[in-house]
């Protein structure tokens, strides 16, 4: 699977941004789909995660309440709507997919950058205050 991450951009502190992950090749419902971002001279964190078949989302702290994720499986697209964005989110953006997770996992596993297998080149988001 190749992932293509795409819809970042420079935006003001309070706006909106939606970014897109398109999943090329074969996508099977266990699948784990995450999004991931990188701020210069941090290390990568997570955002939030969605099962490929839509019933478990996770979310970091920090976003919970303004990003959502979600996943158009006719599209193998999944998408990260941000809102009241502010200058915290100020970082490179990644998708990654976990193509075999465990079948019995806890709400951490979501989290954890070493779980997931597949990353996307990185999209940059830039908030502006």
């Known amino acids: 699977v190749q992932l293509q991450a795409s819809g970042g951009g420079l935006v003001q502190a309070g706006g909106s941004l939606r970014l897109s992950c398109a999943a090329s090749?074969?996508?099977?419902?266990?699948?784990?789909l995450g999004w991931f971002r990188q701020a210069p001279g941090k290390e990568r964190e997570f955002v939030a995660a969605?099962?490929?078949?839509?019933?478990?989302?996770h979310y970091a702290d920090s976003v919970k309440g303004r990003f959502t994720i979600s996943r158009d499986s006719a599209k193998n697209t999944v998408y990260l709507q941000m809102n009241s964005l502010n200058s915290d989110d100020t970082a490179v953006y990644y998708c990654a997919v976990d193509r075999d997770p465990p079948y019995y996992i806890g709400d951490r596993y979501f989290s954890q950058v070493a779980n997931y297998d597949h990353w996307g080149q990185g999209t940059q988001v830039t908030v502006s205050s």
């Open positions: 969605t099962t490929w078949s839509g019933t478990s989302t």
């Open positions: 090749g074969r996508t099977f419902r266990r699948y784990i």
